[in-house]
């Protein structure tokens, strides 16, 4: 009985090891987690990139101050709106009063010096020219009565001596009107220059708002004395908020695609849910290093709609659409799996069991990809699965490294 109880417990092993390597010999199935069905769609390609706003050439204007003085008055601080022509600052400007008043005093003496010279000098050469013509009469007189023996020649004599003087006093006369007219005129003239110019310097201490916006600094304040020299004197920064541009840094490896007219998206960290939408107008062809990779700058001006939600230096996440299609062949991004350098996908039949096909793919969206060969509208692949065990016996999931982050995430 004994003898038969031992025979009994090594048959019982052996089947127990037999049943064991038999069931550890069966092929595992693959476990199919989630899927996914082939369907007809749009896709479109996108680069991500990071951009930053800044402000536009022109949207920023710092205003100094061309006059030495002390600041009587200054109209507005920081965050202020100011309009165009608003006056923001006022320099004392008694000294440039004074030096006005000085010469609108010089320039009514030297009109008046003028008009005096116009009324006298015309009536002083009239009087010589009658003086002139009466001795050039009386001249003409003498000569008719010495050839009748009725005077002297020494009378004749001394009348054309006076008729000589009287004839250069009127030319005298005449010359000093134009000489005295000349230099008053010039003297006007100059004095008038000089009045024009100080009137311009005057408008030097009052300082206006060359552009409506926003107030960004003030760096002096009512008291203070600006000195100028070399260098104008920054009193007032003003920037013009709806004036904003975006910079899109663009990898060199991703510059070829990118081309002016192409449509971007992008969000900020204060707006998540807000798409804003834009077009690149610009590649500058300089090249710019930063945490030594090199960018291309891409430009998108800003819509004046959403600059009341953007400020310059917001960090901004940024897709440009490179390419679109419609109406093709299109599978969820996760069922494209890639073994041993392929692209692959795992067909999902009826009856449960799976079935792995090569593929050829077109553009790669930001969910799904395009399908050219491999699958059909309708089918069913596998977006997450579970792979057999290895000899090591350990699961192996299907390959998706390029599934990891999508392509419209943000990059890190």
């Known amino acids: 009985m004994k003898k038969f109880i031992i025979i009994f417990i090594i048959l019982l092993i052996a089947g127990s090891a037999g049943a064991f390597y038999f069931f ?20 479109r390609d996108v680069l991500v990139e990071t ?21 009587t008055q200054m109209k507005v601080k920081v965050g202020d709106e100011v309009k165009q022509g608003q006056l923001v600052a006022k320099i004392d400007d008694r000294e440039i009063i004074n030096s006005i008043n000085l010469t609108k005093a010089h320039l009514e003496k030297a009109k008046a010096t003028l008009e ?12 010589a020219k009658a003086d002139l013509d009466y001795s050039s009469t009386n001249l003409k007189r003498l000569d008719e009565l010495v050839k009748q023996e009725y005077t002297t020649k020494d009378s004749v004599d001394l009348a054309k001596t006076k008729f000589e003087g009287l004839k250069a006093n009127h030319k005298k006369l005449i010359e000093e009107y134009a ?8 003297n006007i003239k100059e004095l008038d220059e000089e009045l024009n110019q ?3 310097r005057h408008t030097y201490y009052e300082i206006y708002a060359p552009m409506t916006g926003t107030v960004a600094s003030v760096t002096a304040q009512e008291g203070e004395t600006v000195v100028t020299g070399l260098q104008v004197a920054n009193l007032v920064t003003i920037i013009d908020p709806t004036m904003l541009e975006l910079w899109i840094y663009v990898d060199e490896s991703d510059i070829g695609k990118i081309k002016i007219g192409q449509p971007t998206e992008f969000t900020v960290d204060s707006y998540q849910d807000k ?17 030594n990779i090199t960018y291309f ?22 897709k440009i659409i490179t390419n679109t299609k419609d109406d093709i062949l299109i599978v969820n991004n996760a069922a494209v799996k890639f073994d041993k350098g392929k692209q692959v996908a795992y067909k999902v039949t009826e009856n449960g069991k799976t079935e792995k096909t090569q593929l050829k793919i077109g553009i790669r969206g930001e969910e799904n990809t395009e399908i050219k060969e491999g699958l059909q509208k309708g089918e069913i692949v596998a ?14 999931p299907a390959n998706n490294k390029q599934n990891n982050q999508k392509s419209g995430d943000r990059p890190r």
Request: hydrophobic share 35%.
């Open 24 to 43: 550890s010999k069966k092929k595992p199935k693959i476990e199919v987690l989630e899927t996914a069905t082939v369907t007809k769609g749009d896709i």
């Open 51 to 71: 951009g930053i706003l800044q402000p536009q050439v022109g949207a920023q204007v710092k205003i100094g101050a061309r006059a030495t003085g002390v600041i």
């Open 116 to 127: 005096q010279v116009n009324r006298t000098y015309p009536q002083m050469i009239n009087q």
């Open 179 to 186: 000489t005295q007219e000349k230099i008053l005129k010039a």
């Open 198 to 200: 100080q009137l311009t």
């Open 275 to 291: 798409v804003f939408k834009g077009a690149i107008e610009n590649i500058y062809p300089q090249p710019v290093a930063k945490d």
């Open 297 to 318: 700058l891409a430009i998108v001006t800003i819509n004046k709609e959403d600059t009341k939600y953007l400020k310059t230096q917001m960090t901004c996440y940024v």
């Open 383 to 396: 977006t997450k699965l579970i792979l057999p065990v290895d000899k090591n016996n350990k699961s192996v």
